[in-house]
Protein backbone atom coordinates (compact mmCIF):
# COMPACT_ATOMS: atom_id res chain seq x y z
CA UNK A 1 0.00 0.00 0.00
CA UNK A 2 1.48 3.25 -1.09
CA UNK A 3 3.07 5.25 1.83
CA UNK A 4 3.05 9.42 1.37
CA UNK A 5 4.65 11.09 3.99
CA UNK A 6 5.83 15.19 3.84
CA UNK A 7 8.34 17.31 5.55
CA UNK A 8 8.49 19.17 7.48
CA UNK A 9 4.79 19.27 9.29
CA UNK A 10 5.22 23.14 9.70
CA UNK A 11 7.05 25.99 8.53
CA UNK A 12 7.23 29.64 9.05
CA UNK A 13 9.91 31.85 6.66
CA UNK A 14 10.21 35.89 6.19
CA UNK A 15 8.35 37.12 3.13
CA UNK A 16 10.84 36.96 0.49
CA UNK A 17 12.40 33.90 1.04
CA UNK A 18 12.40 30.62 -0.69
CA UNK A 19 10.52 27.72 0.66
CA UNK A 20 11.31 24.02 -0.32
CA UNK A 21 8.87 21.53 1.00
CA UNK A 22 9.39 17.44 0.97
CA UNK A 23 7.46 14.50 -0.36
CA UNK A 24 8.34 10.46 -0.21
CA UNK A 25 6.92 7.83 -1.31
CA UNK A 26 6.78 4.43 -1.32
CA UNK A 27 5.65 3.00 -4.64
CA UNK A 28 8.21 2.92 -6.90
CA UNK A 29 5.68 2.16 -9.44
CA UNK A 30 4.54 5.89 -9.43
CA UNK A 31 3.94 7.43 -11.70
CA UNK A 32 1.66 11.11 -11.39
CA UNK A 33 2.76 13.48 -8.65
CA UNK A 34 1.30 16.69 -7.65
CA UNK A 35 0.94 19.45 -5.26
CA UNK A 36 -2.33 21.00 -4.15
CA UNK A 37 -2.36 24.19 -1.27
CA UNK A 38 -5.64 24.62 1.19
CA UNK A 39 -6.10 27.81 2.32
CA UNK A 40 -7.83 27.90 5.84
CA UNK A 41 -11.66 27.10 5.11
CA UNK A 42 -11.25 26.54 1.61
CA UNK A 43 -11.27 23.90 -1.05
CA UNK A 44 -7.77 21.91 -1.86
CA UNK A 45 -6.48 23.36 -5.34
CA UNK A 46 -3.93 21.82 -7.64
CA UNK A 47 -0.96 23.76 -8.06
CA UNK A 48 1.78 21.63 -10.40
CA UNK A 49 1.42 18.35 -11.22
CA UNK A 50 4.75 16.02 -13.33
CA UNK A 51 5.31 12.89 -14.76
CA UNK A 52 8.47 12.20 -15.44
CA UNK A 53 12.14 12.74 -13.37
CA UNK A 54 13.40 16.47 -13.89
CA UNK A 55 11.76 19.75 -12.44
CA UNK A 56 9.03 21.95 -13.85
CA UNK A 57 8.87 25.41 -13.33
CA UNK A 58 5.88 27.86 -13.27
CA UNK A 59 6.21 31.68 -11.77
CA UNK A 60 7.50 31.12 -8.68
CA UNK A 61 7.02 27.47 -8.47
CA UNK A 62 9.00 24.63 -9.01
CA UNK A 63 8.66 21.44 -8.30
CA UNK A 64 11.49 18.27 -8.53
CA UNK A 65 10.74 14.84 -9.40
CA UNK A 66 13.94 11.87 -8.20
CA UNK A 67 11.77 8.70 -8.81
CA UNK A 68 15.26 6.49 -7.83
CA UNK A 69 15.27 8.39 -4.24
CA UNK A 70 11.10 8.08 -4.21
CA UNK A 71 10.95 11.87 -3.75
CA UNK A 72 9.76 14.95 -4.90
CA UNK A 73 9.53 18.47 -3.96
CA UNK A 74 7.78 21.95 -4.32
CA UNK A 75 10.05 25.12 -4.47
CA UNK A 76 8.62 28.65 -3.59
CA UNK A 77 10.69 31.55 -4.90
CA UNK A 78 9.87 34.99 -3.03
CA UNK A 79 7.62 33.53 -0.49
CA UNK A 80 4.61 35.98 -0.13
CA UNK A 81 2.37 35.85 3.27
CA UNK A 82 -0.54 34.73 0.33
CA UNK A 83 1.36 31.76 0.35
CA UNK A 84 0.51 30.91 3.42
CA UNK A 85 -1.45 27.61 3.67
CA UNK A 86 -1.22 24.00 3.89
CA UNK A 87 0.81 22.21 1.34
CA UNK A 88 -0.42 18.60 0.64
CA UNK A 89 1.34 16.41 -1.86
CA UNK A 90 0.21 13.65 -3.74
CA UNK A 91 0.94 10.32 -5.79
CA UNK A 92 -0.64 8.32 -7.81
CA UNK A 93 0.23 4.44 -8.66
CA UNK A 94 -0.37 2.71 -11.88
CA UNK A 95 -2.37 -0.21 -12.78
CA UNK A 96 -5.90 1.14 -12.82
CA UNK A 97 -5.74 1.50 -9.04
CA UNK A 98 -6.71 5.26 -9.29
CA UNK A 99 -6.92 6.92 -6.16
CA UNK A 100 -4.25 9.06 -5.27
CA UNK A 101 -2.68 8.93 -2.07
CA UNK A 102 -2.33 12.01 -0.06
CA UNK A 103 0.12 12.76 2.30
CA UNK A 104 -0.60 14.98 5.73
CA UNK A 105 0.75 18.14 4.77
CA UNK A 106 2.77 20.66 5.69
CA UNK A 107 1.42 23.85 7.04
CA UNK A 108 3.17 27.22 5.59
CA UNK A 109 3.51 30.90 7.14
CA UNK A 110 4.78 33.67 5.55
CA UNK A 111 5.30 36.14 7.82
CA UNK A 112 5.52 39.99 6.42
CA UNK B 1 -14.38 30.19 -6.39
CA UNK B 2 -15.03 26.28 -6.39
CA UNK B 3 -17.36 24.51 -9.05
CA UNK B 4 -17.61 21.85 -7.33
CA UNK B 5 -20.76 22.59 -5.25
CA UNK B 6 -20.65 20.55 -1.49
CA UNK B 7 -23.81 21.14 0.46
CA UNK B 8 -24.18 21.49 3.70
CA UNK B 9 -21.24 23.75 4.70
CA UNK B 10 -21.83 21.94 8.36
CA UNK B 11 -23.14 19.10 9.45
CA UNK B 12 -24.30 18.34 13.23
CA UNK B 13 -25.49 14.83 14.56
CA UNK B 14 -25.66 12.60 17.39
CA UNK B 15 -24.09 9.71 17.44
CA UNK B 16 -26.40 7.15 16.11
CA UNK B 17 -27.95 9.44 13.65
CA UNK B 18 -27.98 9.77 10.08
CA UNK B 19 -25.60 12.04 8.31
CA UNK B 20 -26.05 12.58 4.23
CA UNK B 21 -23.90 15.23 2.12
CA UNK B 22 -23.92 16.29 -1.68
CA UNK B 23 -21.51 16.92 -4.36
CA UNK B 24 -22.55 18.24 -7.36
CA UNK B 25 -19.26 17.90 -9.74
CA UNK B 26 -17.65 20.06 -12.25
CA UNK B 27 -19.89 20.13 -15.08
CA UNK B 28 -18.27 17.99 -17.74
CA UNK B 29 -16.28 15.65 -14.95
CA UNK B 30 -17.55 11.74 -15.36
CA UNK B 31 -14.91 11.09 -12.12
CA UNK B 32 -15.92 11.95 -8.55
CA UNK B 33 -14.20 11.14 -5.36
CA UNK B 34 -14.77 11.39 -1.46
CA UNK B 35 -12.43 11.75 0.74
CA UNK B 36 -11.96 12.28 4.34
CA UNK B 37 -9.99 15.27 5.88
CA UNK B 38 -9.58 14.79 9.97
CA UNK B 39 -8.43 17.16 12.25
CA UNK B 40 -4.99 15.99 12.24
CA UNK B 41 -5.48 16.66 7.83
CA UNK B 42 -4.93 13.17 6.70
CA UNK B 43 -6.72 12.25 3.52
CA UNK B 44 -8.59 8.90 3.75
CA UNK B 45 -9.88 8.15 -0.01
CA UNK B 46 -13.72 6.71 0.94
CA UNK B 47 -14.81 5.85 -3.01
CA UNK B 48 -14.83 6.76 -6.36
CA UNK B 49 -17.22 6.48 -9.07
CA UNK B 50 -17.12 7.51 -13.11
CA UNK B 51 -20.06 8.25 -14.47
CA UNK B 52 -22.85 6.19 -11.66
CA UNK B 53 -20.52 3.42 -11.28
CA UNK B 54 -18.27 2.97 -8.34
CA UNK B 55 -14.54 2.30 -9.23
CA UNK B 56 -13.30 1.61 -6.05
CA UNK B 57 -14.22 1.68 -2.49
CA UNK B 58 -12.69 1.40 1.03
CA UNK B 59 -14.44 -1.74 3.47
CA UNK B 60 -15.05 1.42 5.87
CA UNK B 61 -17.86 2.95 2.94
CA UNK B 62 -19.14 -0.31 1.73
CA UNK B 63 -19.98 -1.18 5.60
CA UNK B 64 -21.64 1.87 6.79
CA UNK B 65 -21.75 4.80 4.49
CA UNK B 66 -24.38 4.62 1.61
CA UNK B 67 -22.85 6.56 -1.82
CA UNK B 68 -24.37 7.18 -5.49
CA UNK B 69 -23.77 9.57 -7.83
CA UNK B 70 -27.14 9.09 -10.39
CA UNK B 71 -27.69 10.97 -13.52
CA UNK B 72 -28.88 14.11 -13.59
CA UNK B 73 -28.79 14.73 -9.63
CA UNK B 74 -26.16 15.50 -6.92
CA UNK B 75 -23.69 12.60 -5.74
CA UNK B 76 -24.59 11.85 -2.20
CA UNK B 77 -22.46 10.48 1.05
CA UNK B 78 -23.98 9.24 3.81
CA UNK B 79 -23.35 7.59 6.72
CA UNK B 80 -25.74 4.99 8.05
CA UNK B 81 -25.11 5.64 12.06
CA UNK B 82 -22.89 8.55 12.66
CA UNK B 83 -20.16 8.01 15.74
CA UNK B 84 -17.66 10.30 17.00
CA UNK B 85 -14.63 9.22 14.86
CA UNK B 86 -16.81 10.41 11.88
CA UNK B 87 -16.38 13.79 12.76
CA UNK B 88 -14.44 15.34 9.88
CA UNK B 89 -14.56 17.33 6.35
CA UNK B 90 -15.78 15.10 3.62
CA UNK B 91 -14.78 16.32 0.17
CA UNK B 92 -15.61 16.00 -2.99
CA UNK B 93 -13.61 16.07 -5.89
CA UNK B 94 -14.52 15.55 -9.36
CA UNK B 95 -11.90 15.26 -12.37
CA UNK B 96 -12.38 15.42 -16.26
CA UNK B 97 -12.29 12.72 -19.20
CA UNK B 98 -9.09 11.77 -20.00
CA UNK B 99 -6.70 14.25 -17.87
CA UNK B 100 -7.65 11.91 -14.80
CA UNK B 101 -5.15 13.17 -12.77
CA UNK B 102 -5.76 16.58 -11.39
CA UNK B 103 -8.51 16.87 -8.68
CA UNK B 104 -11.16 19.81 -8.45
CA UNK B 105 -12.21 19.85 -5.01
CA UNK B 106 -15.08 21.44 -3.54
CA UNK B 107 -15.27 23.17 -0.13
CA UNK B 108 -16.26 19.98 1.84
CA UNK B 109 -18.67 19.55 4.34
CA UNK B 110 -17.69 19.59 7.68
CA UNK B 111 -19.39 16.96 10.13
CA UNK B 112 -19.55 16.81 13.65
CA UNK B 113 -20.98 14.40 15.71
CA UNK B 114 -21.52 14.87 19.17
Known amino acids: QQKVQQSPESLIVPEGAMTSLNCTFS??????FAWYRQHSGKAPKALMS????GEKEEGRFTIHLNKASLHFSLHIRDSQPSDSALYLC????????????FGKGTSLVVHP | NSKVIQTPRYLVKGQGQKAKMRCIPE?????VFWYQQNKNNEFKFLIN????????QIDMTEKRFSAECPSNSPCSLEIQSSEAGDSALYLC????????????FGHGTKLSVL
Open chain 2, 93 to 104: ASSPQGSNERLF
Open chain 1, 27 to 32: DSASQY
Open chain 1, 50 to 53: IFSN
Open chain 1, 90 to 101: AVLTSGGNYKPT
Open chain 2, 27 to 31: KGHPV
Open chain 2, 49 to 56: FQNQEVLQ
